[in-house]
T-cell receptor, first 114, second 115 residues
Framework: KQEVTQIPAALSVPEGENLVLNCSFT??????LQWFRQDPGKGLTSLLL?????REQTSGRLNASLDKSSGRSTLYIAASQPGDSATYLC?????????????FGKGTLLTVNP | NAGVTQTPKFRVLKTGQSMTLLCAQD?????MYWYRQDPGMGLRLIHY???????AKGEVPDGYNVSRLKKQNFLLGLESAAPSQTSVYFC??????????????FGPGTRLTVL
């Protein structure tokens, strides 16, 4: 059974700092890994998707890496801003019968202080 | 495109009452999903559908039923609500072209309280 773990559970940083969020998964037979952002009381927004054949993806100040063999991914946020404050969720996609199933971590709550 | 919409946004039920949550997507997606999100538990898959007229059980299906009569709609039903079903419910959809490139698009959620 796939399990996804995110460390740390919460992180508080001053504005402008570069930071790294970590995600690990137990089964390396994945199709992709995704990072989502969730604002309080809102749904999930996809930030980055890394296919299993890729090593990293970049979008603006965000960079996500994937090491499938070791079951790890990191989300790097450069020059953090108060608007980055949210919960960040990692999810891996794997095959389960006819379904491409997403297994989520419990998230990292990020607070960026002005 | 409105994307994925959910109705209602909030609901309070008494134990034993029934209700239906509606999810609609206008992206012509094949796959649709219902999740629940609870503190400390993360998102857990309740039921899913791989196309019109199909449904399947996810990780926590007990106490819920679903239907996908139309491709764009996925309904989640609670026949006899219990306090343990107090949660935030999210619907999601994906086009399912090649698996590895698929991302799931999420609705804004329905916050359900069962007293």
């Amino acid at each position: 059974k796939q399990e996804v773990t995110q460390i740390p559970a919460a992180l508080s940083v001053p504005e402008g700092e570069n930071l790294v969020l970590n995600c690990s998964f137990t089964d390396s037979a994945i199709y992709n890994l995704q990072w989502f952002r969730q604002d309080p009381g809102k749904g999930l927004t996809s930030l980055l998707l890394i296919q299993s054949s890729q090593r990293e993806q970049t979008s603006g100040r965000l960079n996500a890496s994937l090491d499938k063999s070791s079951g790890r991914s990191t989300l790097y946020i450069a020059a953090s801003q108060p608007g980055d404050s949210a919960t960040y969720l990692c999810a891996v996609s794997s095959r389960g019968g006819s379904n491409y199933k997403l297994t989520f971590g419990k998230g990292t709550l990020l607070t960026v202080n002005p | 495109n409105a994307g994925v919409t959910q109705t209602p946004k909030f609901r309070v039920l008494k134990t034993g009452q029934s209700m239906t949550l509606l999810c609609a997507q206008d992206m012509n997606h094949e796959y649709m999903y219902w999740y629940r999100q609870d503190p400390g538990m993360g998102l857990r898959l309740i039921h899913y559908s791989v196309g019109e007229g199909t449904t399947a059980k996810g990780e926590v299906p007990d106490g819920y039923n679903v239907s996908r009569l139309k491709k764009q709609n996925f309904l989640l039903g609670l026949e006899s609500a219990a306090p343990s079903q107090t949660s935030v419910y999210f619907c999601a959809s994906t086009i399912h072209l090649a698996g590895s490139k698929d991302t799931q698009y999420f609705g804004p959620g329905t916050r359900l309280t069962v007293l």
